[in-house]
């Protein structure tokens, strides 16, 4: 995480781009018990907290701990940044460009999108504007890990999560292209679920999902997660990973239909808990539901909601959602 730091120092200085929002509110929303078993996590009586304001489009969230209390790194895709919260410092500007570094316009989503951790702890991002999932190395600048499929370059790589073996998992629908699904510059016509072995080889797990988005693995990584942002079939599925590293047939563990006539948004990015219960946004917040498919509750932010993390020892968990960057703390 040196070089973290070190690109921290960098861009500090640059206060002008970190956004602020005197309207920012204190708290938003409210939780929806559905479950006793939800309660395992948060009361009914639980504060959404709004850590900061004022942005874009916040994505891809990432938790990196330390000694000095841990910090969170979060994509604005529009701003084509990557920013920095941590409780002593507030918001800091981490990475510009995180994204698009061409020197024309490109569309209204060029930047990062999801955000995670290699298992060198290095940052590892989705790029829609240059199309790419990259690696940020240490002492160093970025380094391509995967852009291309049979010779034809991905659409716009979206959420992305590794197991412990070093195995990348990720997403690739079109939402970064300038005209996304018809775009000119589109060069697959299909949108993948892939599996980057750490051996280096590129596999496409499955191309079913019409518009693939979030990704996660259950705890003993043998069930595969994928969030489903379609209009038309708005879903959350669960996918057993066999063991030669394909998928066999998934099962669908949730659909967002009829939440959507409640609130804006569409199933997006997820993250699993160390009992293997899923934490994905949607509609209106995060859905909490059971690896067998049932909802406990949701956490309703009352907007558009885009992904979600925990902290390293999962005692709060955080959420963009539109604007904003929110918290929730865990029992």
Not at 87 to 105: C, I, N, W
Request: with cysteine; aromatic share 10%.
């Amino acid at each position: 995480m040196r070089n973290l730091c070190f690109l921290l120092a960098a861009f500090a200085a640059c206060v002008c781009t970190v956004p602020c929002d005197a309207q920012t509110p204190a708290t938003l929303g409210h939780i929806e018990v559905l479950s006793p078993k939800l309660e395992k996590f948060v009361d009914a009586e639980t504060k959404i907290e709004v850590l900061a304001g004022g942005f874009t489009w916040t994505e891809g969230p990432v938790w990196f701990g330390g000694d000095g209390g841990g910090y969170l790194l979060f994509s604005d895709i529009p701003r084509n940044s990557i920013f920095r919260w941590s409780a002593a410092r507030g918001v800091e500007l981490f990475m510009r460009p995180s994204g698009y570094t061409g020197v024309s316009y490109y569309g209204l989503e060029p930047g990062s999108n999801g955000l995670t951790r290699d298992p060198q702890g290095r940052l590892t991002m989705c790029e829609h504007g240059d199309r790419r999932v990259s690696v940020l190395t240490r002492g160093g600048g970025k380094r391509t890990l995967v852009d291309m499929f049979e010779g034809k370059r991905l659409n716009s790589p979206n959420d992305l999560t590794f197991d412990k073996a070093g195995n990348l998992y990720f997403t690739d629908p079109p939402y970064g292209l300038p005209e996304r699904a018809e775009d000119p510059r589109r060069e697959l016509d299909f949108c993948g679920v892939y599996r980057l072995g750490s051996d280096g080889k590129l596999s496409l797990l499955t191309k079913q999902m019409t518009r693939p988005n979030g990704i996660g693995l259950s705890p003993d990584e043998k069930t595969l997660y994928v969030a489903q942002s379609d209009p038309e079939n708005p879903i959350w599925m669960a996918f057993p990973i066999q063991d030669d590293g394909t998928l066999g047939e998934g099962k669908q563990l949730q659909n967002a239909s009829a939440a959507m006539k409640e609130y804006p948004g569409l199933p997006d990015g997820l993250t699993v808990a160390n009992d293997g219960t899923l934490f994905g946004s949607g509609p209106g917040g995060v859905y909490v539901i059971s690896p067998e498919g049932e909802l406990l509750g949701r956490i309703i932010t009352g907007g558009r909601c885009s992904n979600c993390t925990f902290d390293t020892e999962q005692k709060t968990l955080y959420i963009t959602a539109d604007d904003y960057l929110c918290r929730v703390k865990l029992k």
